[in-house]
């Protein structure tokens, strides 16, 4: 997250959310105000679930899940309402492979089991190896959202 953060005050309107203390009525309504374009929710909690099963509107652009390689390539079929509300999934955390016992293919398609469309990004935060296809996505999102508000 620190990495997207430091990229996007450079180039985009993006909003973090960690921790979620906020009501979702409070984030929905300074995320309005700022005018921020996307909403990134980094945090493995109920309240998380909540937010991405599509209850509530954030005015988000896209949903986007964070699934570490730490966390077991079950994780999508354990909590299938946020892999299937996502638009991304982001498998983080690709650095350690070589140290666990972790299948990438079997997560993925335990990911677009519950959400064929799902598109998956593999990630090191660490390393840095697959940011920038983050960021790519990032800024075509960002694209969509300007030239939907000027349309």
């Avoid at 996007?8 to 005018?35: D, F, N, P, Q, Y």
């Avoid at 909540?50 to 964070?66: N, Q, T, Y």
């Avoid at 077991?72 to 999934?89: C, I, N, S, T, W």
């Avoid at 660490?126 to 800024?139: A, I, K, P, V």
């Amino acid at each position: 997250m620190t990495r997207t953060l430091l990229f996007a005050l450079g180039s985009l309107s993006l909003l973090v959310v960690a921790g979620l203390a906020l009501s979702t009525g409070t984030i929905s309504e300074k995320a309005r105000k700022l005018h921020f374009s996307s909403i990134v929710v980094d945090t493995h909690d109920d309240t998380t679930q909540r937010f991405l099963d599509g209850k509530f509107d954030l005015g988000e652009r896209a949903k986007v899940v964070i699934l570490s390689v730490t966390e077991g390539e079950d994780k999508p079929l354990k909590y299938p309402h946020m892999f299937r509300a996502a638009e991304v999934m982001i498998l983080n955390k690709t650095d350690l492979l070589p140290h666990i016992d972790f299948d990438v293919a079997r997560a993925i398609a335990n990911a677009r089991e519950v959400n064929p469309e799902i598109t998956v990004l593999q990630v090191s935060a660490r390393s840095g190896d697959g940011l920038e296809g983050w960021y790519g996505w990032l800024r075509s999102e960002i694209g969509k959202t300007r030239e939907a508000a000027f349309a």
